[in-house]
């Protein structure tokens, strides 16, 4: 055999052997019967052309293309995994003991002590309406001392070793937080339900919860 021929067959065995290796990935495709027929005219050119039929390794099978990334498109591709990734925001609580806590503390302890947790926590939210609203002082003790508000929480000094005390101290923090939603909505007044002032009548009512009656 000349080498122009032997060239040609060569050249024919690696186009029938990049045949046999891309079909399968490219269509997907299972070979049948047709595998044994290829395996013959690939061994037939590889051995003219003089070249050794490579050996199978279990398990070397190639089953899907895989894709290599270089180190700037991993980063590229975790970063919009990540940007795709809910976010769960918490907002940091101050459970600082501060004068104004106490004020309030004492606030719902006195008010509210006999009420539930969401009486208390009305209690609570009203006052820190009131501290937000420009109509009135802008600290809770400031709101606690106003004339003819509430009263002068320095004056009273119920036991803190009690569970109305751990109960009201829970409710303030949950209110100078922000914590659970709105109870009494804007409310900035209230007064028991077992009394009518005046005052009150001509205010906007926005809810009653247990023995209280709130308005804005």
Same mark, same amino acid.
């Given at each position: ?154 004056? *009273? ?32 007044? *209230?007064?028991?339900? *077992? ?19 709130? *308005?804005?």
């Amino acid at each position: 055999m000349s080498f122009g021929r032997k060239r040609i067959i060569f050249g024919m065995a690696a186009v029938a052997a990049v045949a046999v290796a891309t079909l399968p990935m490219a269509t997907g495709f299972a070979f049948g019967s047709e595998d044994t027929v290829l395996d013959d005219v690939d061994g037939e050119l590889l051995a003219a052309s003089g070249i050794e039929s490579p050996v199978a390794v279990p398990g070397s099978e190639i089953l899907e293309p895989v894709i290599q990334l270089d180190d700037e498109a991993a980063t590229i591709a975790e970063e919009a995994v990540e940007a795709e990734a809910p976010v769960t925001e918490v907002a940091a609580i101050d459970d600082t003991v501060d004068a104004d806590l106490i004020c309030l503390v004492k606030i719902v302890r006195h008010e509210a002590a006999n009420q539930s947790m969401t009486g208390q926590l009305a209690v609570a939210q009203l006052v820190m309406n009131r501290v937000e609203s420009p109509r009135f002082p802008n600290s809770i003790c400031a709101v606690a001392h106003q004339r003819g508000q509430f009263f002068n929480t320095n004056a *009273y000094n119920p036991s803190r070793n009690d569970q109305r005390w751990e109960n009201a101290m829970e409710v303030a923090l949950d209110a100078r937080n922000g914590i659970s939603d709105p109870v009494v909505g804007e409310a900035v007044f *209230y007064h028991a339900a *077992y009394v009518t002032p005046r005052f009150h009548r001509s205010r906007p009512r926005v809810t009653q919860i247990e023995d209280h009656i709130f *308005y804005r």
